[in-house]
C-alpha cells in the first residue's frame, strides 16, 4: 500500500539549516510527481517545490527559489528538501505528496488537494527568531 513518511522537522535558529525527509513505499517515486508543500498556523497550504524525476523538471516557490533544493534518493525510493538560510517564514508544517501523474510538475500545481493522491502525515519546522 502507498506510504509517505516524512522526517527530518525540528527547530533551528533563524539563518540555519534543515533537511526534511519522506520515505516512499508502495509506488516507484522516480516516476511520480513529487512535490513538498507547507502549511502555516491559520494559512493556507502553499506549494513549496515539486520535482519530477522522469522528466527532469523541477519547481520552487518564488519565496524558497535559492535557498531551498528538492532532490530524490532513486535507490531509496525517499525524497528530500535540504532548507537553508531559514527565516521565521518558513516556520510551517511541511507535507510532502504524490501525484500518479506528471501534469502537476510540468505545468504547474494548480489544486493540490485534488491533483496530489498522496500525503504523508506532516513534519514540523520552527525556525526562531
Known amino acids: 500500500q502507498v506510504q509517505l513518511v516524512e522526517s527530518g522537522g525540528g527547530s533551528v535558529q533563524a539563518g540555519g539549516s534543515l533537511r526534511v525527509s519522506c520515505a516512499a513505499s508502495?509506488?516507484?517515486?522516480?516516476?511520480?510527481?513529487m512535490g513538498w508543500f507547507r502549511q502555516a498556523q491559520g494559512q493556507d497550504r502553499e506549494t513549496v517545490a515539486t520535482?519530477?524525476?522522469?522528466?527532469?523538471?523541477?519547481y520552487y516557490a518564488n519565496s524558497v527559489k535559492g535557498r531551498f533544493t528538492i532532490s530524490q534518493d532513486n535507490a531509496k525510493n525517499t525524497l528530500y528538501l535540504q532548507m537553508n538560510t531559514l527565516t521565521p517564514e518558513d516556520t510551517a508544517t511541511y507535507y510532502c505528496?504524490?501525484?500518479?501523474?506528471?501534469?502537476?510538475?510540468?505545468?504547474?500545481?494548480?489544486?493540490?488537494?485534488?491533483?496530489?493522491?498522496?500525503w504523508g502525515q506532516g513534519t514540523q519546522v520552527t525556525v526562531a527568531s
Open positions: 520535482i519530477y524525476t522522469a522528466g527532469d523538471t523541477t
Open positions: 508502495g509506488f516507484t517515486a522516480v516516476t511520480y510527481c
Open positions: 505528496a504524490a501525484s500518479p501523474l506528471s501534469l502537476p510538475c510540468i505545468h504547474g500545481v494548480l489544486n493540490p488537494s485534488a491533483e496530489f493522491a498522496y
